[in-house]
């Protein structure tokens, strides 16, 4: 074991930090607080050369205060396998002076199947151990275990398969042979089969040899091993490989964890907590420092006998920064429910019994012991003491300067937490806002093909925080294959061409195999010197609902125009068909020989020729009907009211003067820019029917009036006839063939194609009368400029 | 006025053939009239007049909705024939039809000198028959 940390080293200057970090260090296991980077008090001291003096006698102490603890005995580590990077962090703790700082002299010792750590750690051989999360069921049977800390926040163990085997999914290796170890993420495996309904008995189980070769020759289908090196063994080798991990199937433990016995941990916490804290600051250091650490690793004994290389050290680091997440989550992080969690699933594959309880099992580094009250009073003792004796030699300076220096750090402790709180503060904010909009949000390193989905963006789809792998693959996946072309066009285009954003609305499959319409909106954040995106981050918004009533709504515009296009052809059909035989009726009856025909047999051809017109009439109307409907060729142009009413009344002035009616106008408004054709039928109709619908006894006096009123042109036709009863018809009176006076013969289609071919222009006919007073007939267009 | 106008009529009606018949006879004091229920067999009897180089109808009423060949088809036909003695002929397409489309369709052929709605009327005749300097 190179490097072991000499004792005698602690009285150095620099255990003074040292010591407090080791305080300051305690952690709950959940949160804490941490002093690092605070702790700056050797360097400035410096500046003063007498605090320097005084500091002095001060570490001097706390060299002391360390002495009582360092003073305990030598560490044993048993790591759970043979020396790889997977140990990285104990390495480091231990070349790096990490362990040394702690005042500890740290024995690392590799595992093989020989040495397996929690039965090494039980029996006294090691003092503290790394294992998987089975921890737990060693914890169940009775074994006096406690866990420290979890350095892999997820577990390595996959099934790994050659890539021709096509075992893709846990279903796939139902009657194939898997080489598997019971104390080897057996449990997690078996979860994840059992999980998705897979009985463990129909798959044949060997015992792991640990030899790639019975993978490669085909003597066993799959084997259990890390996602982090089997697989680059294998894939080194040149055997492509597939892998399954459990984490995509919703079971999710975590991997390597630190643990010691119960005694240790009842008896010598503040032991634990150095360990563990220098530990901790070991893999931080490691996992900045890949390259060196491989290096180093290399020169330990057995690595290179292995056959292992630095290129396969490095990217078994890499692997593990997805399993130690070191930039989002605190290495030793341990989260007691997720223990519960992992605990709950043994329970529930009866590897452990049901009254089992969480409680003992995780160290808790805040708990209060009487042992430890011991120690720390006989600490407290001397150090006192020993403030005395100071403050008795130098007076109250050093207290002044304590003092000082101890405001000094309170203020900067205060500053920090006052920043956090703020950070704090903003986060929830955007995290509300996030949630209030059920935004899903995803962060994509275009380069490691890595990408943060948001359990919101997870939810959205029906799956859980832990499912669903974090690669562009997994997204692919759920595409649905209508939008592959476009999103592969668009992503290609952002990527590549400098679009820094890009949104689409998709489907995505869900869970449980339905799709649902998702808006994507991209941003692309860091391009390289070539313009290639490098990050890209967005959000995901469900828009099923808008998108699918969407869908409805032109669905049933597309009937409504087809409906609409057969109503067409319908009426052509009609009014063709119908029309021929008319023309040939009205022919027919010109030429009858009308002289030979009995009086009665005239009167009755008389009607036969009225009827005929009739139809013909009604024909022709229906067909006008359908043209200004069709026809949006209406040519606008400026009209002159005046004008348009004259010629009007000259096309039926014999009427107008049989009648005796009068037209008195008022043109406020001269003229309108609107269709000819449709202004000549609106007047002609509206004349026509003042005169047709006259009082007996009273001359017709028609009032013709053009106005402004807000954003319309009015166009007012009053007349002082018969009137309409209102509340009787209502607007009946534009429908189709109504006519409401039994004394005069109207056809009743003028008002119904007006109003349609004025509302086929979007402009407005209303009208208002009362009976025996007359009626109103109200036009109103819209401006002229708002005719286009 | 000597020679007769010569009038084609094709329409697959054969009541609304009679009726414009009469109707012709009745305006225009000299006229021989001929008929055809259908392009096809009216391009027939052209042809058949081609080959035996007799006079031409000096005036076809053209019906647009015809089974086997209808009127659009007939006109194609006959413009692909393109024949300087064919084209001496007035065309008048005769409908029942007062579709837009139809009259829109119509102003396409150079050679249709107007759309008329069945049935035309004593004034419309003579306008024609004038149009087409007789």
Redesign the interface.
Known sequence: MAGATSILGSRHNNNMPATLFAIGKLNSGIKYFSLRGIIILPNKAEKHPVMKKQLTLFFLCCSCFNYLHAQSKEVYLQLKWWHQFQFAGYYAADIKGFYKEEGLNVRIIAGDKDHPPVKQVLEGKANFGITGSDLIVNYANGDPVKVIGAIFQHSPYVFISRKEKNIVSPTDLIGKTVMASEDQGWVQLKAMLIKEGINTASIKIDPHTWNNEDLINGKADAMTGYVSVETYQLEKKGIPVNYIQPINYGIDFYGDVLFCTNDLANKSPELVNRFSYASYKGWEYAMGHINEMADYILTLPGVKERGITKEALLYEAEAMKKLILPELVEIGHMNEGRWQHILDIHKSLKIVPENISLKGFVFDPMEKRNADLYNWIIIALIIVSLFMLFAFLYGYNLKNAVKKRTLELTNEINIRRDTEDKLKISEERLELAIAAAGLGIWDWDVQRNEIYFSSELKAMLGYGPAELADTIESFMYLLHPDHNHEINQKLNDHIYNKRDNYDAIVRLKMKDGNWKWVLIMSKALIRDEQGRALRLTGIHLDVDKIKKKEIELSHLTDELMHTNRDLQQFAYITSHNLRAPVANLLSLIMFFDRAEFSENNDSLFEKVDLCVQKLNQTLNDVNEVLTSRVSKANQFEELVFEKEVNSILASISEEVASTRTSVIANYEVPTIQYSRKVMDSILINLVTNAIKYRKKDVDPIIHIHTYLEAENIVLSVKDNGIGINLERHGNKIFGLYQRFNADVDGKGMGLFLIKNQIEALHDSISVSSIPNEGSNFTIRFKKQDLHG | MDEPINILLVDD?S??NF??S??LQ?YIPNVTISVASNGQEALEKLRALLSKAAAMPDIIFLDI?MPVMDGWEFLNELQKMNDPVLSKINIYLYT?????EDKKRAATYSWVKEII???FSKKQVLGIVEDCGF
Do not use: C, E, G, R
Not at chain 2, 96 to 100: K, N, P
């Open positions: 009606d009541i609304t009726v414009t009469k109707a009745a909705n029942s039809s007062l579709y837009v709605s069945k049935p």
